[in-house]
């Protein structure tokens, strides 16, 4: 009888274990790629009537919304959520006072905050289950932007290949940073060094910005393997670890962003990276935005009206700055930024603290890759709160439980 009654405990366990499974992967593949309509076309396959830019849109926004106020029934706010609700509502206030497109700011920041709080929720107890649905999700878009490759004989075709089935080549790095971290912390938790899952996913995510040359894309995936294996094989987490990272990354938007030391690396950047000096016309776009900053505006930014017709490249309209922080500051003003960096910091303040832990060291590196994507592109996306999140909310003390 006692047997029986721990069976059918057991068994329940089991069962809800995969109904929550199931449920978070499929508010991870809503939540990761909102262009999962364009998805589906690039593979061929048939695209719902539903499933049209309004219906995406619409389908983002009510998951989204799901996940915060389930977690809010749930869970109360903290600091570390707070920053983040505080990011998100001034972005959106500031569309709605600019007269921008308030559809594109929902649906580009309310993930962000969906899958923060989601972490929030669970990851004293499910962190595990959270990292390997989160990195299921994202190895799916990337298996896809792998059997769109081989079908169109494009695998050895470097530089040929613009878009890809999850999007344009450039925020590839969405899916394949988190990914990568992903299966770098779940190595953690298993014990192991670097498994056959890391290795595999690692060199896909590495192929496949090579292919669509990202050079940017490329440096960080590249960057995150060295410092994990120089990290691992020297025991230098105290040297290396999320402050350095974030250290490198603040100096390097003073050096190149706004001094511009670049130009004294031409010799490098152009015959190794294939890139000019102006970093494809990036320099001028951030001229543009300190321009459109330096009035009252850089208090409460343009709302995403800026977006599509505020910065121009050779006359050309472009979607955005091209830099995370100018970006944010375009978007919501310095408190936009501010909200962002208290974020970051609670983050990086907990993973120093625990820099020798294995999990720290993959949750540091991955965040190493944002930072430098953060420089020239866009790289505030779920996949990056993903990480911020589960860095603030990983429970050491926990690790026990997680491992058994």
């Avoid at 939540?31 to 309509?37: E, R, S």
């Avoid at 499933?51 to 009510?62: K, M, P, Q, W, Y």
């Avoid at 994990?228 to 100096?251: H, I, Q």
Wanted: hydrophobic share 55%; glycine share 8%.
């Amino acid at each position: 009888m006692e047997q029986s009654y721990f069976g059918k405990n057991c068994y329940g366990a089991l069962l809800k274990k995969l109904t929550l499974g199931s449920a978070l992967f499929v508010a991870f593949l809503v939540i990761v790629n909102p262009v999962f309509n364009v998805f589906l076309l690039r593979l061929g396959l048939p695209v719902p009537s539903f499933l049209d830019e309004r219906g995406v849109s619409a389908c983002v926004v009510f998951v989204s919304l799901g996940c915060i106020f389930v977690c809010l029934a749930h869970r109360k706010m903290d600091l570390f959520l707070g920053s983040i609700g505080v990011l998100c509502a001034l972005i959106v206030v500031s569309t709605v006072c600019n007269g921008g497109d308030l559809v594109i700011a929902l649906v580009d920041w309310l993930p962000c905050l969906a899958v923060s709080m989601l972490v929030a929720l669970l990851a004293e107890k499910r962190v595990k289950l959270l990292l390997s649905v989160f990195f299921g999700a994202c190895v799916l878009y990337l298996l896809g932007n792998l059997v769109f490759l081989l079908a169109g004989h494009d695998l050895f075709r470097f530089d040929s290949v613009d878009n890809y089935p999850f999007g344009y080549r450039n925020v590839t790095f969405r899916i394949a940073i988190p990914a990568c971290a992903c299966a770098f912390v779940l190595d953690a938790l298993e014990e192991e060094a670097v498994s056959l899952r890391t290795i595999t996913v690692y060199m896909v995510a590495l192929v496949e910005v090579l292919v669509g040359y990202s050079a940017t894309s490329a440096c960080a995936l590249a960057m995150m393997g060295v410092l994990l294996l120089v990290v691992k094989t020297w025991n230098c987490a105290k040297v290396l670890n999320a402050v350095s990272y974030l250290g490198c990354y603040v100096l390097s938007f003073v050096g190149l962003v706004v001094l511009r030391v670049q130009n004294v690396f031409g010799f490098i950047i152009e015959p190794i990276l294939h890139r000019t000096v102006t970093l494809t016309g990036r320099t001028d776009l951030w001229d543009a935005a300190f321009s459109h900053l330096s009035n009252l505006h850089l208090l409460y930014g343009y709302g995403t009206g800026y977006m599509w017709n505020t910065l121009l490249l050779n006359g050309t309209p472009e979607k955005h700055a091209h830099n995370d922080a100018l970006h944010l500051l375009m978007l919501g003003g310095v408190g936009a930024l501010v909200a962002l960096a208290l974020a970051v910091l609670l983050s990086v303040r907990r993973l120093y603290i625990e820099r020798c832990d294995a999990v720290a060291i993959g949750l540091s590196i991955g965040l190493s890759g944002f930072f430098l994507v953060s420089i020239v592109e866009v790289a505030a996306c779920p996949g990056f709160f993903f990480l911020l999140a589960v860095s603030y909310y990983y429970p050491y003390f926990h690790a026990a439980d997680e491992r058994a």
